[in-house]
């Protein structure tokens, strides 16, 4: 089961007959990967471009070359493993992430993503 967007358009030329893609996935279609920070299981495809989440925009999807390789979180003195790309800071872990989403739009920004995931994306096996 994963989330793809609710406009989301098949086409003759299709690789994903999922989600629509027409590249970033094998022949048989994308795989399945899952958001390291939101945790929004999603196609492989939609890490084109940078590698990042497309329901919350900023973590890793796992499987693309600019999501891996981090040693640790941009914080000093944090050593935790990094989860996404964050504004300002960089790499950072999970736990400082979230401190700089919330801070960043005064609300709970992975209740936010939540909210939006149900409004413009749907569930498909």
Same mark, same amino acid.
């Given at each position: 089961?994963?989330?793809?967007?609710?406009?989301?358009?098949?086409?003759?030329?299709?690789?994903?007959? %999922?989600?629509?893609?027409?590249? &970033? *996935?094998?022949?048989? +279609? #994308?795989? =399945?990967?899952?958001?390291?920070?939101?945790?929004?299981?999603?196609?492989?495809?939609?890490?084109?471009?940078?590698?990042?989440?497309?329901?919350?925009?900023?973590?890793?999807?796992?499987?693309?070359? %600019?999501?891996?390789?981090?040693? &640790? *979180?941009?914080?000093? +003195? #944090?050593? =935790?493993?990094?989860?996404?790309?964050?504004?300002?800071?960089?790499?950072?872990?999970?736990?400082?992430?979230?401190?700089?989403?919330?801070?960043?739009?005064?609300?709970?920004?992975?209740?936010?993503?939540?909210?939006?995931?149900?409004?413009?994306?749907?569930?498909?096996?």
């Amino acid at each position: 089961m994963r989330y793809i967007r609710k406009d989301a358009r098949v086409h003759a030329n299709s690789l994903c007959k %999922r989600c629509g893609t027409a590249g &970033g *996935c094998g022949s048989e +279609g #994308c795989t =399945e990967v899952t958001c390291l920070y939101c945790g929004t299981t999603q196609c492989s495809g939609n890490g084109l471009g940078n590698g990042q989440c497309k329901v919350c925009h900023y973590g890793f999807l796992p499987g693309w070359a %600019r999501s891996s390789g981090h040693v &640790g *979180c941009s914080y000093k +003195g #944090c050593k =935790e493993t990094p989860v996404g790309r964050f504004p300002h800071k960089g790499v950072c872990c999970a736990r400082h992430g979230t401190l700089i989403m919330n801070r960043r739009t005064g609300k709970d920004y992975l209740a936010e993503v939540a909210k939006y995931r149900e409004q413009d994306w749907r569930l498909v096996a």
